[in-house]
């Protein structure tokens, strides 16, 4: 007899495909890194794409942005928010240093995705969070990784410190003076004006009469400029190196120097405008001159990233943060329209407007965000009242050295157009290129 043998049919249960994302850096913008991160967007789409059992939901990159924070790193907050709303489960990057080199931001982000079922996969380091011994090695491996930023971090202060020895000073000259062949060159015609308030504070002319001369002549003639000028040891040939530094690698946060480093004052820096027993007479006077400090009580501007509350200069948090990636762009190599165009595209403005290339030009210009006393606008003027910075001096310098350059640049381009000019008039076009 026939055995018949019933086959029960079986339903395979079908795994449904995993939501995979990358996540991309690069700290420095030049063309060499950023065809990195062109590199690396490339491989993570094709590598996802080409998986049946991934669904991709695309590459998440920031260019030029430390790795020691996550606040200034637009796309990788934006990947965070989107595997909280279900569109990621696995997230793919190169190595923990990509991901974060501050412990703390990278044990906070990684246990947060695991908390929310996402899983961090890190190529070079073979790990996986979501597996037994992920969060260990992330430990171990985070402390490398920050370790390293720090050592970076000190390497770049101690370079710093080593130029203040040397008596080497900051690229911005006062009021008076222009940077040039590295030193402050006196302007004529500026000079003039600060021995003219100097002049008429000794003989007794009222403010308001010096304002007057002043914006007739086109000059700053705010109180707080003229008060600042009369302040300002520069006149004499001296100035005074390392009055801030950098708390920490992590915070880069500016810290006014009251004794914890050294401080070098260096006398006969450049040609003074003001003779020394002038300049000590104005500074006596001003002590003991009551009528002079009630007139200048308070500002009579404000300088973006700052108002003006108990009797002080306040930072103002998110102008503060506008100002700090402006000087962060702009040591990447970022033009000022990109820079205006960044700040527009991230909410960021004035009061007023926009945030124009010209108020980014003025900001990146002004010394005041160090801790010091320019302020630039339609009239520059100098301040007296101290405040807290916003930028340290390791990007400011940063910043200074390319403007210094990208205006050498502007100066070659002028001369050579010039001299192309007067060859035209002399009856001699050149050579068409």
């Known amino acids: 007899m026939k055995e018949v ?12 495909k995993k939501k995979v994302a990358a996540y991309a850096r690069v700290s420095v913008d030049t063309d060499d890194l950023l065809h990195s991160l062109s590199a690396q967007v490339s491989y993570y789409s094709k590598l996802i794409q080409e998986n049946p059992e991934w669904i991709y939901a695309g590459v998440y990159a920031d260019r030029g942005i430390s790795g020691t924070g996550i606040k200034r790193r637009s796309e990788f907050r934006r990947m965070v928010e989107d595997a909280k709303a279900g569109k990621i489960d696995i997230i793919l990057t190169k190595s923990i240093s990509r991901f974060a080199r501050n412990v703390v931001d990278l044990l906070e982000t990684v246990r947060y995705l695991k908390n929310i079922g996402v899983e961090v996969r890190f190529e070079r380091e073979n790990i996986h969070s979501l597996t037994a011994d992920g969060e260990l090695m992330l430990t171990i491996l985070a402390g490398f990784a920050e370790e390293e930023s720090r050592s970076t971090s000190e390497n770049v202060k101690w370079a710093i410190r080593k130029k203040f020895e040397r008596g080497e000073q900051w690229h911005i000259a006062s009021f008076g003076y222009r940077y040039k062949d590295k030193t402050f060159v006196i302007q004529e015609d500026e000079a003039d004006a600060v021995r003219k308030i100097y002049d008429d504070y000794l003989h007794g002319i009222p403010v308001a009469l010096t ?38 690698h992590r915070s880069h946060k500016p810290v006014r120097n009251i004794g914890q480093l050294p401080r070098y004052v260096i006398e006969e820096n450049h040609e003074p405008i003001i003779n020394r027993e002038v300049f000590e007479e104005v500074q006596q006077r001003l002590q003991t001159d009551e009528d002079f400090k009630r007139s200048f009580s308070r ?15 306040e930072i103002v948090p998110e102008e503060a943060e506008a100002v700090k990636l402006m000087y962060q762009y702009y040591a990447e190599g970022w033009s000022l329209s ?25 900001v990146l210009d002004s010394d005041f965000y160090i801790g010091g006393n320019q302020v630039k606008g339609q009239y520059a003027y100098e301040s007296e009242f101290e405040h807290e910075p916003i930028v340290g001096m390791e990007l400011f310098d940063i910043v200074q050295k390319r403007r210094a350059a990208v205006l050498k640049q502007q100066e070659k381009r002028v001369e050579t157009r010039r001299r192309a000019d007067n060859e035209k008039r002399n009856g001699n076009p050149g050579k068409r290129q």
């Open 338 to 362: 990109a820079i205006s165009r960044e700040m527009e595209k991230q909410g960021y403005h004035t009061r007023t407007g926009k945030l124009s290339n010209r108020i980014v030009d003025r």
């Open 211 to 248: 304002a007057g001369w002043l914006k007739e002549h086109g000059y700053s003639y705010s109180k707080d400029f003229i008060n600042a000028v009369l302040r300002n040891e520069a006149y004499i040939g001296r100035i005074t190196l390392q009055k801030f530094f950098v708390e920490n």
């Open 5 to 16: 043998r019933r086959i029960e049919p079986t339903i395979s249960a079908l795994q449904p």
């Open 299 to 313: 500002p009579t501007k404000k300088p973006f990233g700052y108002r003006w509350a108990n009797d002080k200069y």
